[in-house]
């Protein structure tokens, strides 16, 4: 079976790679000048999403995976699939879970799931009459897509107030118009837990833990994440039985109940209060990233059985996904500026050195008649698995030594937790 992977980043690179472990044919599309580099070709020039699927049809492709958010908002799943392709990715309506804050707010209300009390605004004037009221810190949270950078943790009204004025004001994240949720904060440990999803069944990734601040000790800005590990210090048994009952099932429930076909990947951002309570953050419909490299690391076998059957709405026949019972630790690598401003067009050297153990995806890189250069904030990020969480660490970090470009950056406590 030939498959094609959609996207450009680590995520999408990790996904192609796990698959070609098991002697399938994969395309990769866009990819990058790195994952070409390595083996995977593309789909050439095609661009919109009929060009892709006729490039698709044309190379005999069978199973699409769609891997960003975006191209589910534009509803390339369904497109996919009336082209009679087996796809994983909902269509546009169950993509809305990830697509708009509100949507996903409001799905939570009415499948009686446990997240932070909110309340929307659509406009800067009363959003900066109310925002000095009530305790801080706050969650802020931009409706829609935003890269990873729609959300901040406002400590006091002063930085509710920036943020609002990018958006509403500066047009940061683009022209109106714009609604921001506030959240009341909770405080605990974050957790990620992914799945597989057909609507009807939800068979589940193992745990993992993302880091989304830019530098260490969890200080900066968010970013689209600097790094992930798995499994899950902080996952258990309780835990996971508790996530089961008062957020998967719902979900399952809500979703049949409002007829909604969702036949991909489901994300859920999870918050563990001080009474090992568990509150959803926020939904995505697609892997995580970088929580994706992390998994497919630790994944034991062929991938496509479970994808198959996800696209297919079997789930609850497949055989389940079995795990190394080993430790991941994967940590991205950025370029200088990142978040706000990266700085590409950099050499990058040291990438074709190997280390037994690890494994290098490549993600904001382009390339000119010198070699790969950095073409966007996370350029690439390295992967390994060990006996334990200080042996993966330790893998990692010695084969990151060996790579360079003007102004790297990464994060050294990735894997760390107090």
């Known amino acids: 079976m030939k498959l094609l992977v959609l996207g450009t980043g680590g995520r999408e690179h990790a996904i192609a790679w796990k698959l070609k472990q098991s002697s399938h044919e994969v395309f990769l599309h866009p990819g990058n000048s790195g994952t070409l580099k390595v083996g995977f070709p593309n789909l050439g020039a095609a661009h919109s999403k009929e060009e892709i699927a006729l490039a698709a049809k044309e190379n005999h492709v069978s199973l699409i995976i769609i891997g960003p958010e975006i191209l589910l908002a534009q509803d390339y799943a369904s497109y996919f699939r009336e082209k009679g392709f087996l796809v ?111 609507g009807k069944t939800f068979t589940p990734l193992a745990s993992s833990t993302d880091f989304k601040r830019i530098f260490d000790q969890n200080e900066g800005p968010n970013t689209g994440g600097m790094g992930a590990v798995s499994p899950s210090p902080y996952f258990n048994l309780t835990l996971e039985n508790k996530i089961h009952e008062q957020i998967v099932d719902p979900i399952l429930n809500t979703l049949q109940k409002e007829k909604i076909d969702f036949r991909g990947i489901l994300y859920v951002g999870i918050m563990v209060d001080k009474d090992q309570n568990p509150f959803v953050l926020e939904f995505n419909t697609r892997f995580g990233d970088p929580e994706t490299q992390s998994l497919m690391l630790r994944i034991e076998g062929d991938l496509l059985p479970a994808l198959l059957a996800t696209a297919e709405g079997n789930l609850a026949s497949a055989a389940p ?98």
């Open 321 to 418: 996904v079995n795990w190394k019972n080993e430790t991941s630790v994967y940590v991205v690598a950025a370029t200088a500026g990142y978040p706000e401003s990266p700085q590409v067009g950099d050499a990058i050297q040291g990438w074709e050195t190997s280390s037994p153990h690890t494994q290098l995806f490549f993600a904001g890189v382009s390339s000119n008649s010198s070699g790969l250069v950095t073409a966007g904030g996370r350029v690439l990020g390295i992967g390994a698995v060990g006996k334990d969480l200080t042996e993966a660490r330790e893998r990692v970090y010695n084969r990151l030594k060996s790579i360079q470009w003007k102004g790297i950056h990464y994060r050294k406590d990735i894997g760390l937790f107090s």
């Open 88 to 198: 994983v990715g909902p269509g546009k309506e169950g993509a809305q879970l990830e697509t708009s804050k509100i949507f996903s707010k409001e799905f939570m209300v009415r499948a009686h799931i446990p997240t932070a009390p909110f309340k929307i605004y659509d406009q800067f004037d009363e959003f900066s009459q109310e925002i000095g009221r009530g305790k801080y810190p706050k969650v802020l949270k931009l409706d829609g897509l935003a890269a990873g950078k729609g959300v901040v943790i406002s400590k006091t009204p002063k930085q509710s107030i920036e943020f609002a004025e990018n958006v509403w004001i500066k047009n940061t994240f683009g022209p109106p118009p714009h609604k921001i949720i506030e959240e009341e904060f909770i405080a605990g440990f974050e957790l990620s837990y992914l799945g597989f999803c057909d």
